[in-house]
Each structure stands twice: as C-alpha cells, then as structure tokens.
C-alpha cells in the first residue's frame, strides 16, 4: 500500500462474487479474495468451508482513494448483499459467508461507523455486518482468483454472480 492507495477487507457472501463485483468499479487496484477474521493459521479453502476455522471468505480491496471514496465503497458493499442476514447469503450459509468490514487504518473506522447508522433506516430488520480492526489476512489458492472471469459458464456464476453484476452496473450507472 502505497500514499495514494488504500486497502479494506470486505465480507459479503461468497469471495468469488465480491471480487466481481469491486472488480467493475474506476478506482479499484486490486481485488485478492482470501480469508480473515478467524484462528486457524494459513486456512485452506476446505478447512473454512467446514465452519471451523472461524475465518470469513473476504476480498482484500486496494484502490485509490481519489478516484473512490471510502464511503462509494461501503455503497457498493452495503448494496451487493444482505447485511441483516446472519452468517448467511442467499444459498450461502455459515460463519464463513458473514458480512464483515475489516478496516486496516483507523482512521477509517469513524466513517465506516457513520456510514452503517447513515444507512440503518434503510432496513427492516437490524443490520449485523460485523465490524473489526483486521489482524491477518490470508490470501486464497490461485484457483479462486479472477474467478468468475475464468468459469463465468459455471452454473454459480451464471445464476448468483452474473444477475448481481447486473443490477449493480445499473444501480450504479456503470
């Protein structure tokens, strides 16, 4: 991370989707899903999609904070899933597919708790993304990396990630 970039770690569902979806946006550098937020040491794909590792699937999101606010972030991350779900995303279920914000620089964290009661009312039900200082990131195996640009005709992709980038794109004019 350099002085004009910034990183974030972001909890949303599945990692495959999160990364699709940051992925779209002016702004982002780079977008690495991996694991974050439990105890086990160096995780492996398997070992969180048991449900004991403690860690969520994440995305380690860098962009440039002039081209893309922290709060344009935190739009799109409160927009592209269900923050009132606990520990589950639609099929997705477990501690793995929590929503979570994982900030590394403290300054962030005013924004990110002014940005979640800014948005609070725009429920129904109370939201439960879970916010924390990020203490290890780990990254995925290389398979999940650009992972809906590589398998787009695999039944996940085309019926979860494929219509979410389309509402996206047109919910935020891309």
């Known amino acids: 991370m350099s002085e004009t970039t910034k990183s974030i770690v972001l909890g949303a569902g599945c990692f495959w989707c999160t990364e699709a979806v940051y992925k779209m946006f002016p702004g982002i550098i780079s977008v690495v899903p991996g694991y974050a937020g439990g105890h086990t040491e160096n995780p492996t794909y398997k070992e969180v999609c048991s449900g004991k590792t403690g860690h969520a699937e994440v995305a380690k999101i860098t962009y440039d904070p002039q081209k893309l606010s922290l709060d344009k972030l935190l739009d799109i991350f409160f927009a592209m899933h269900d923050p009132t779900s606990m520990n589950k995303q639609g099929n997705d279920e477990g501690e793995q597919y929590r929503s979570t914000i994982m900030y590394m620089d403290d300054s962030d964290l005013d924004t990110i708790n002014r940005h979640i009661e800014s948005i609070r009312g725009s429920f129904k039900?109370?939201?439960?993304?879970?916010?924390?200082?990020l203490k290890k990131f780990y990254e995925a195996e290389n398979y999940h990396k650009d992972y809906y640009e590589n398998n787009r005709i695999q039944p996940y992709c085309m019926f979860v990630i494929t219509p979410k980038l389309h509402k996206l794109r047109k919910e935020f004019g891309l």
Do not use: A, S
């Open 125 to 133: 039900k109370p939201i439960v993304t879970k916010v924390e200082k």
